[in-house]
């Protein structure tokens, strides 16, 4: 294993800059320890394809980036790479997770990349290491040599010694409910009811799981982003559906609030759960002040709750005066303890 700080120091004196990045839970304790640090910047970003181009940008700028992703994120990075990063010769340090699959495991998103990952990478064109687990020294001449060749960096699981993100990052949302009362509301509601309530990837759907045990719900483990587009197709095939997402997953592929902005004849309620931050990849916060939430989603063709809820009265306001159609709404929430996974058999559901 790999002492974090002092690899995060040898990065510094090798003259690296920022990192890129979309948070893994293989890679937390490297992203934690670095946001601790604050020597190199670290650049929170709405999707691996975001921060390649950001790391892109910086490079030739003459600024000394690294991008750091989940093996499922280098598939939404293969546009940067093969054609931006490849036919224009930036060559950047890009460090992939490499998640991991045992049969009968409810990470059913990982199982593909699992085994063919390297294979992933050689179809870009890019060679591939794997991040030396024993050497300080070892690994950063790896990581050099990926910042000047096309070569990208592997990063297998227990890499990195842990560390906690100190206490000036951590959050007090202990004026909100927690996202758990919300659901627990819900699940009141709408038992046994034909809705159908779709659980983004991250806690979100984690918590469904545990506190919406009566709905008809759909776990979406991976598609990080995705959630909103799945409500639609299936709104516009006749159901009435709900998306309950986190704010780190809103932001990934938001195009698709563009999308389903077009369509007012249909029944889609997307309620938006604002923890601050991607509490299912080590609690980094999602640095999102800057976002209005339900402003974007009134542009693109939502009605909206005018006002963010902040209670659990605001929240049954909400459910009981909405009208049909589209509908969004900004919830603040607090975090819950850590709830377990939906098993494989309850998450992998194609028919509902
Ligand atoms: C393409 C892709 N990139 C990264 C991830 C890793 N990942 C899983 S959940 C998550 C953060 C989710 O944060 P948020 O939407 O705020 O929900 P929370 O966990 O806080 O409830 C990330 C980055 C992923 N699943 N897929």
Redesign the pocket.
């Known amino acids: 294993m790999l002492d974090t700080n002092q690899f995060i120091d040898k990065l510094i004196k090798n003259e690296y800059t920022h990192l890129c990045v ?4 293989f890679a937390k304790n490297l992203i934690n320890g670095a946001i601790n640090h604050n020597h190199i910047e670290y650049l929170p970003s709405a ?2 394809a975001v921060a390649c181009s950001i790391a892109a940008g910086l490079k030739v700028a003459g600024a000394k980036p690294i991008v750091i ?2 093996s ?2 280098l ?2 990075a293969g546009s940067n790479i093969t054609s931006l990063l490849n036919p224009y010769g930036i060559t950047l340090p890009i460090i992939t997770s490499w998640r991991t699959y045992k049969e009968g495991d409810s990470e059913i ?1 990982h199982k593909h990349l699992a085994t063919k990952l390297p294979k992933l990478i050689e179809a870009y064109g890019y060679n591939h290491v794997v991040l030396d687990q024993e050497s300080i020294d070892k690994a950063i001449t790896q990581i050099n040599l990926c910042d000047n060749s096309k070569t990208i960096t592997i990063l297998k699981k227990d890499t990195f010694s842990k560390v906690e993100l100190h206490d000036n990052y951590k959050l007090d949302l202990s004026n909100y409910p927690k ?1 758990s009362e919300y659901l627990r509301y819900l699940n009141e509601t709408y038992k046994n009811s034909d809705k159908i309530f779709i659980g ?5 759907a984690r ?1 469904m799981y545990s506190f919406m045990s009566d709905t008809k719900n759909f776990y979406m483990v ?4 995705g959630a909103l587009s799945l409500g639609l197709g299936m709104a516009k095939a006749g159901k009435n559906i709900y998306v309950l ?6 932001v ?1 592929h938001m195009g698709g609030l563009t999308t389903a902005g077009r369509y007012k004849d249909i029944n889609l309620t997307y309620i938006l ?1 604002d ?1 601050e ?5 080590g609690g980094q916060n ?1 640095y999102q002040y800057h976002v209005d939430y339900k402003n974007i989603a009134k542009a693109s063709g939502f009605s909206i709750k005018k006002k963010s809820i902040t209670s659990l009265d605001e929240f049954r306001e909400f459910i009981n005066t909405k009208k049909e159609g589209l509908n969004f709404a900004h919830v603040k929430c607090d ?1 819950d303890e850590v709830t377990p996974r939906p098993p494989v058999d309850v998450v992998a559901i194609n028919k509902i």
């Not at 983004?200 to 979100?204: E, F, I, K, R, V």
């Open positions: 979309v948070p893994c839970s999707s691996e992703m989940q499922s994120g598939t939404n998103q996202r983004t990837t991250g806690n979100t918590e991976g598609n990080m982003g997402g986190g704010d780190a997953e809103f990934m759960f923890n931050q991607n509490k299912s990849t999602s975090i």
